[in-house]
């Protein structure tokens, strides 16, 4: 698994994150594991950390960096592929040094989305997946914690020349644009 290609993609909620790496996917032949999306997967599933995850979720907190690791690994261990996008994580330090710790992957850089809190809130209202955590309440904590805990994932990565910052704040195809040129290594696909 030290072979496989890994770009973390980080931003706040709602920063467009999971719709920038769908297109992504398609452009470039990455796959995409959300570590969002495969916690919830984990609570339908009937896991026994079903409850704990959930309530980790609807308070906003970040889940325990080995249930996230296991999940993230599991699925990359299952896959033919091996260049993968990593969305919404590493989301704390714990989060970044687990993941190095137990997969030995250091990423290839780290796509960054900024985006203004105004703007965020507005698409994560309207977002409409009927997610527990999609609410002004949660949300307000999220954006807590996506300062608290993700700031400094964001600095070691940029002492290490590793952040690529890209304005959010724009229409998905003209974020795109921005993007693009970042994967044009990894254009040719297997
Ligand atoms: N550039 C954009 N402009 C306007 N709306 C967007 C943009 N990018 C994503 N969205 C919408 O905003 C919401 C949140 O986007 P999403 O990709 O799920 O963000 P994240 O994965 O960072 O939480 C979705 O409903 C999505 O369709
Ligand atoms: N690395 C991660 C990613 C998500 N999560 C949890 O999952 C929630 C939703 O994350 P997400 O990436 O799906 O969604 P956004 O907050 O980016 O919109 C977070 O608020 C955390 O509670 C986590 O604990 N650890």
Do not use: W
């Not at 609807?58 to 325990?64: D, H, M, Q």
């Not at 993968?84 to 030995?104: C, K, M, Q, V, Y």
């Not at 955590?133 to 805990?149: A, P, Q």
């Amino acid at each position: 698994m030290k072979a496989a290609k890994v770009v973390f993609v980080l931003g706040g909620p709602g920063s467009g994150k999971g719709t920038q790496c769908a297109l992504i996917v398609e452009h470039f032949g990455f796959t995409h594991l959300s570590a969002g999306d495969l916690l919830r997967a984990e609570i339908k599933s009937g896991s026994q950390n079903g409850a704990m995850i959930q309530s980790m979720i609807k308070e906003g907190k970040i889940v325990p960096s080995e249930v996230t690791v296991k999940l993230l690994q599991k699925a990359m261990l299952s896959s033919d592929n091996d260049k993968f996008l990593i969305d919404g994580f590493p989301r704390n330090e714990e989060n970044r040094s687990a993941f190095e710790l137990i997969t030995g992957i250091r990423p290839e850089f780290i796509l960054f989305f900024e985006c203004s809190e105004k703007e965020m809130e507005k698409r994560v209202l309207g977002r409409n997946e009927g997610r527990i955590d999609d609410n002004i309440e949660t949300i307000k904590k999220r954006f807590k914690v996506f300062i608290d805990s993700g700031l400094p994932v964001l600095k070691h990565y940029d002492s290490l020349g590793k952040l690529r910052k890209i304005n959010g704040d724009r229409m998905k195809e003209e974020v795109f644009e921005s993007v693009r040129p970042l994967f044009t290594a990894f254009a040719k696909k297997d």
